[in-house]
């Protein structure tokens, strides 16, 4: 019972930061209908703006850790606008395909940038926030594991609200609904839309922060598997849906631990994404999504 | 006539004092840079010590080296170029078992002699007469960690990670489990991962599970310094252990404090006192800033020494001739100890135990062949 409980705390963990992800690829695609791949090289930059930052704060302090995480989100918010200035800015109302092949050259610009920057080689990520494990009944809890948690929670429930009760988080819905008629009623699309990939990015540069501190190494390639795992949380969950992408995170991460806690381990990918097929081949358009006739 | 006489005999002077080219194939970027690194390092020592004595047959050593970014493929690329385009005379390379069984094909086909400076995989040299080592194999490696285990852990249940996606963690983890059965060990646990993977909670919670003696985990240094770090943090208070692939700086500078007591199988020590080591460890820290130098500098070194005297005995640089040379070495006095090349390609040489602590790796014992 307690290894099971363990199992399921470990894949909640890694589900959270999944969900993180693909809250980025989410909401990008609600509002423009594409799929940003640099989202996942973006989530690579915040861990790497944290090793940097992280070496002028004293190691292992709540307030150090917070000024790493913030200086992150924000340097990484600027980075997802600047993308979207230069690279997809100017090819909009193009066809779908060349922005998404855009998207796969920014991509591996970050990517390649990263290893000319960074350098190639896995670096190691200082522990910024105090750490301690603590085990209630043979189960063992590391407070990592709970910042995970805790801050996805937290950063889901932000998004929620910006969403729902702001006024630009309105503004987003309704160029996602139809930006056309979002601009007829005053909405500035361009400031919607650089905001939805500066927000998207902050919460990618978090995911980045709480991947680095649970698995300390980084290099300038982490972001592939994840990400590609995110953007399938995202499919799963209901792609433009929030909601959605978080229940895809957890669904996820708790299955690949769970998997990779048996005897099939060899085969975690490929169960995960078995898992995907099927849940598409009954829901489409994923869990929580809405399946829409699309109009030609 | 004359004129061409005089411009044959000026060919060939040229000839004459053309450099040999060693092509060098390493993982100098990526997820095994620590080992090509390193063994570049000792590669360059050794290239610059024979020239500094005025080459082997009278020529000098050219070094062509290419780094394969630890990524799968690249070495077969490398190695093609090296051949075809450089037409080396021989190839070294610090390159994982995975990384050398791509080039030893290539190498086999252009008749070009290949030595593997640290891949231990039996498959590496089998089947392929061109193809060389000056290291250990993991058959022995896995027996003496079994015994170790045995004896000196006084572990009876062992549980057993393997990385499945590199041949080298494959094989070594078959080896220890066979080995340990065979001495009345058990295995409580056998799981697994793939290289690149960063979360190995879910495993060792199954492994918790089994309440093993010992943990071995058979992969590569980052995989083994995360696993450390996870194990202890899951509460894992058993001791932890390795083959040679965890040795790196990166265990240490990954695994922090999760790494203190853990044992790993290496090529040397470089606390050892003969005189060998003790000269090559002064030699690399005046030329690297002091840095001590882990097994693959040595190991790069030592088999960059062995090609070169082969070509002295072969007289030759032609890939039949050569390989002949390199098969006839006997008691090469090396810093990793002495190398003779057996029937199998193979160089059989005692592998010495280490342990982390406060930081630094430390002699535990040697084990002699």
Redesign the interface.
């Known amino acids: 019972m307690s290894e099971f409980l363990q199992q399921l705390l470990n894949g909640l963990s890694l589900g959270a930061i999944y969900a993180l992800i693909a809250l980025g690829y989410t909401m990008v695609y609600g509002v423009l209908r594409f799929i940003n791949f640099a989202h996942s090289d973006v989530f690579m930059v915040g861990a790497f703006i944290g090793y940097y930052v992280g070496k002028l704060v004293p190691e292992g302090t709540l307030w150090g850790g917070m000024i790493v995480l913030i200086a992150s989100m924000v340097g990484c918010a600027i980075l997802g606008m600047t993308i979207e200035r230069l690279a997809y800015r100017p090819l909009r109302g193009a066809a779908t395909l060349n922005v998404l092949i855009t998207a796969i050259g920014v991509s591996l610009l970050l990517e390649y940038s990263g290893q000319v920057f960074f350098g190639a080689a896995p670096r190691t990520f200082p522990q910024i926030f105090p750490s301690a494990n603590f085990s209630v009944g043979g189960l063992v809890i590391s407070t990592n594991q709970l910042a995970v948690i805790l801050v996805a929670v937290l950063l889901m429930i932000g998004l929620q609200f910006i969403v729902y009760r702001t006024k630009i988080g309105t503004a987003m819905r309704a160029v996602s609904l139809n930006p056309k008629a979002a601009q007829l009623v005053g909405v500035n699309n361009d400031v919607v839309i650089s905001f939805t990939f500066g927000l998207g990015s902050a919460l990618a540069a978090a995911g980045g922060i709480l991947y680095a501190l649970n698995y300390p190494s980084i290099d300038p390639l982490m972001g592939v598997m994840p990400g590609l795992k995110a953007f399938v949380a995202a499919v799963l969950g209901g792609i433009g849906n929030i909601p959605g992408a978080a229940l895809g995170g957890l669904i996820l991460g708790t299955v690949e631990t769970f998997v990779n806690g048996s005897q099939w381990s060899t085969y975690k990918d490929a169960i995960a994404f078995a898992i995907l097929i099927i849940i598409l081949l009954f829901r489409p358009a994923g869990l929580l999504g809405k399946f829409t006739v699309e109009k030609v | 006539m004359r004129l061409a006489a005089a411009l044959l005999a000026l060919v060939t002077l040229v000839r004459a004092v053309e450099p040999i080219k060693i092509g060098e194939i390493e993982p100098m970027?990526?997820?095994d840079?620590?080992f090509g690194q390193s063994s570049h390092r000792g590669v360059q020592m050794a290239i610059d010590e024979i020239n500094a004595r005025g080459g082997v047959l009278g020529r000098l050593l050219l070094l062509v080296d290419d780094d394969n970014?630890s990524k799968p493929g690249d070495t077969a690329t490398i190695a093609k170029k090296l051949v075809g385009r450089d037409k080396v005379a021989a190839i070294v390379s610090g390159g994982t078992s995975s990384a050398c069984l791509e080039a030893a094909p290539i190498c086999q086909a252009a008749r070009v002699p290949f030595v593997a400076d640290q891949a231990t995989a039996p498959e590496v040299t089998e089947k392929r007469d061109y193809i060389f080592r000056n290291c250990f194999i993991d058959p022995f490696q896995g027996a003496m960690l079994a015994k170790f285990a045995l004896t000196k852990l006084g572990a009876k249940r062992v549980a057993v990670l393997t990385s499945?996606t590199t041949p080298y963690s494959v094989g070594l983890s078959r080896v220890f489990r066979d080995r340990f059965l065979a001495l009345g060990g058990t295995i409580a646990a056998?799981?697994?991962?793939?290289e690149?993977d960063?979360?190995f909670?879910?495993?060792l919670?199954?492994i918790?599970?089994a309440a093993p003696d010992a943990i071995i985990a058979t992969g590569f240094y980052?995989e083994a310094?995360?696993i450390c770090?996870q194990a202890r943090?899951?509460?894992l208070s058993c001791p932890l252990f390795g083959g040679d692939g965890w040795e790196a700086p990166?265990l240490m500078?990954?695994g922090g404090k999760a790494v203190e007591g853990v044992f790993y199988v290496s090529h040397y020590s470089s606390e050892s006192t003969a005189p060998e080591v003790r000269e090559f460890v002064k030699k690399y820290r005046a030329r690297f800033s002091g840095e001590t130098p882990d097994s693959m500098a040595p190991l790069g070194y030592d088999a960059t020494l062995i090609v070169a005297d082969a070509i002295a005995r072969a007289g030759s640089t032609e890939g039949p001739k050569l390989r002949d040379a390199l098969a006839a070495t006997k008691n090469f006095p090396g810093v990793t100890g002495v190398t003779t090349i057996d029937s199998q390609r193979n160089a059989s040489k005692p592998a010495v135990l280490l342990t982390v602590k406060n930081g630094k790796p430390q002699f535990v014992e040697s084990i002699a062949p």
């Open positions: 970027t990526g997820k840079a620590a970014q499945v056998d799981q697994k991962y793939a690149g960063k979360d909670r879910a495993q919670t199954t918790k599970a980052t310094a995360l770090k943090d899951l509460g990166e500078e990954i």
